[in-house]
């Protein structure tokens, strides 16, 4: 706090640098919030998704279970197939690096004539 001797008034002066600090603060516990914040919408969320299910079809406890290991099941099968795919994109494009590199080299002599 300051006071102003030509008005005779009191004022409170605020640096830029303080601001700055004050929002970067702010910008962390808004993050750090949300990080708390988003697996328990998720949740909230996710058993929502599931007593709608269960209005809609009248399932029990023991089909939604089903429910929920086949979809986990789906997803994981899911992400085997995806590594496979990648591996296999990845062994192609290497031998096809190799294979073109090889073709290269061969032309390269042939031109040269050596």
Excluded: C, N
């Excluded at 795919?85 to 040269?112: D, H, N, P, Q, Y």
């Amino acid at each position: 706090m300051s006071i102003d001797p030509g008005s005779g008034g009191v004022y409170v002066q605020i640096t830029l640098s303080k601001v700055y600090d004050e929002v970067v603060a702010s910008r962390q516990e808004l993050r750090d919030l949300m990080a708390t914040i988003r697996p328990i919408a998720a949740q909230v969320s996710d058993h929502e998704a599931r007593m709608r299910y269960q209005e809609q079809t009248a399932a029990t406890k023991t089909e939604l279970d089903k429910r929920d290991r086949e979809f986990d099941e789906h997803f994981r099968t899911a992400d085997a197939r995806l590594t496979a795919v990648e591996r296999w994109r990845w062994t192609a494009g290497g031998i096809i690096t190799m294979v073109s590199m090889a073709g290269g080299a061969l032309i390269g002599k042939l031109i040269s004539g050596h």
